[in-house]
């Protein structure tokens, strides 16, 4: 009897601690680079680039923090070399030094990159690719204004459920591809299965609605905001917050999704993927590339020869080192919460 009541408390007690979300890492301020290690290899995505080490990063200017007005925790900022003429522009991308399982991420951006030739992303990968998975975050071509967010996966992993046409009730994006193994034979190489934002998304917190930009220029107008990444064992579900819509749990550090009423702008859920099979030992990447296997792919697509009157990406990025001025990541901060007791 005795035992039997004290299991109960112990069982309790768990349930209240595993049901809030605690930090477990904060990348902000001046230390901001410290949780991340520079990625210096060719890049695998055969973009216009050159990924510098931290040593040459920083007296480069390609990273560093920049003051507020308001005196809050200075900016993270990841530029690119808006000064040379070069075939391999100098950028850099940012590997966790921790990898997670299971997570809440929310990644406050003041500011992306953008524009023609640009190819920025904010993404989590496994090691022995694609066996333990990948989850786009934030990622966006040539200056197109809305994001796209990506699982890309080892075979037999779909988004399957009440979706019709890319449509569902559960995320305001469109399906675009369902299937996340990168090997899937009825989607392009490597396509995944991925979900578009609306340009303009909308949503509504208590009687207000509120027109957003998910990506690009106009995301960048509107001082960015949060985007926020769940990921359970049901799957990963990604939502964006602008700037003056953050929820008050998300402002005073205690993020509790269960209160959130907006829509997601994308859920990979269903019962076409057992999720904790495809997606083990993620780290957090952060990056700037130009051209390669997508933005130089879709340069004549995305209007970008049109709008520059230059045939291909890698000469436009190789010859205008002033378009990239704008090129650049500002974060306010990056936090990984856990509900759970083990977390590596
Ligand atoms: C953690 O949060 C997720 C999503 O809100 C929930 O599905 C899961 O049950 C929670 N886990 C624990 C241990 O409370
Ligand atoms: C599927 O979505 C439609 C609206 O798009 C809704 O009416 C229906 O109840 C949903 N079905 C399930 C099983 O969720
Ligand atoms: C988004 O909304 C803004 C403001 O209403 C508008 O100027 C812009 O054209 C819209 N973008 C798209 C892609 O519809
Ligand atoms: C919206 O709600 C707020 C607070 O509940 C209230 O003050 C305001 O008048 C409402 N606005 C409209 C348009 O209903």
Redesign the pocket.
Known sequence: MSFIKFSIAALAATTTVGNAYQLVDKFSGPTFFDGFDFFEDADPTHGSVAYASRLTAAPSKLIGVVLNADNSTPSAYLGVDATTITSKRPSVRLTSKKSYNHALVLADIKHMPSGCGVWPAIWMTGPDWPSNGEIDIVEQVNGN?YNIATLHTSANCAITGNISSGHSPLFSGTLETPDCDVNSPSQSKNAGCGIRAP??DTFTIGNESC?H?TAGS?FNAQLGGIYATLWTSAGVSIYFFPRDYIPSDISSGNPDPSSWTSKPQAVFSGNGCNFDAHLKDLQLVINTDFCGDWAGTTWEADGCAASTGVATCAEYVADNPKAFETAYWLFNSISVFSNETATD
């Open positions: 204004p340009a303009n027109i930009s106009a």
